[in-house]
Antibody, heavy 121, light 106 residues
């Protein structure tokens, strides 16, 4: 059974770097059928795609965050990672990792439970 | 830039049919997916590639996409369908989500 589990600090100070991991079990991230993505949701707001990584190592990210975001993977540990630099209070959100189909719809068919990251103002 | 527009809220009576629109110019040329998110939960995929239902999603959920509008339709709406619904598309190697629609079952 596929499971995605986000982990990392729940509190990050302003101007510091947010680092999260997503451990995948029940599937291999080293698959040409899927991307593995990060999506966040600020309190009371909608979903915002951060970026995704393909098994080849190719990454995609939303233009507004591209300069601050790095997405990487460790296939030996079946984990993907999110690194976001220079965080501010506006980066406070629940961060989800999700499996994303490598198709022309690129839908997210499986989500982790999410992790709340707070950046105090 | 590509944006998906959804109404902030819609309401429906139990047992009735409700449609949730998602709009952008020429959206019909792209595939649209839909997610249901209940309070405190992770999003759940309910429709992908415009009109396909993942395993385990009830038949009362259906989707369509033509012209400038994609539509999620729930037939015979139940109280447990009350949730936020998001549309999503893929454009120029970028994922776009709509702003979400709060469905209230009155």
């Amino acid at each position: 059974q596929l499971q995605l589990q986000e982990s990392g600090p729940g509190l990050v100070k302003p101007s510091q770097t947010l680092s999260l991991a997503c451990t995948v079990s029940g599937d291999s991230i080293n698959s040409n059928s899927y991307y593995w993505g990060w999506v966040r949701q600020s309190p009371g707001k909608g979903l915002e795609w951060i970026g995704s990584i393909y098994y080849s190592g190719t990454t995609y990210s939303t233009p507004s965050l591209k300069s601050r975001v790095t997405i990487s993977a460790d296939t030996s540990k079946n984990q993907i990672f999110l690194r976001m630099t220079s965080v501010t209070a506006t980066d406070t959100a629940v961060y989800y990792c999700a499996r994303q189909a490598h198709t022309n719809s690129s839908h997210f068919d499986f989500w982790g439970q999410g992790i709340l990251v707070t950046v105090p103002s | 830039s590509y944006e998906l527009t959804q109404p902030p809220s819609v309401s429906v009576s139990p047992g009735q049919t409700v449609s949730v629109p998602c709009s952008e110019y020429n959206l019909g040329y792209k595939y649209v997916s839909w997610y249901q998110q209940k309070a405190g939960q992770s999003p759940l995929l309910v429709i992908y590639q415009d009109n396909k239902r993942p395993s385990g999603i009830p038949e009362r959920f259906s989707g369509s996409n033509s012209g400038n509008t994609a539509t999620l339709t729930i037939t015979g709406t139940q109280a447990l369908d009350e949730a936020e619904y998001y549309c999503q598309a893929w454009d120029s190697s970028t994922v776009i989500f709509g702003g979400g629609t709060k469905l209230t079952v009155l």
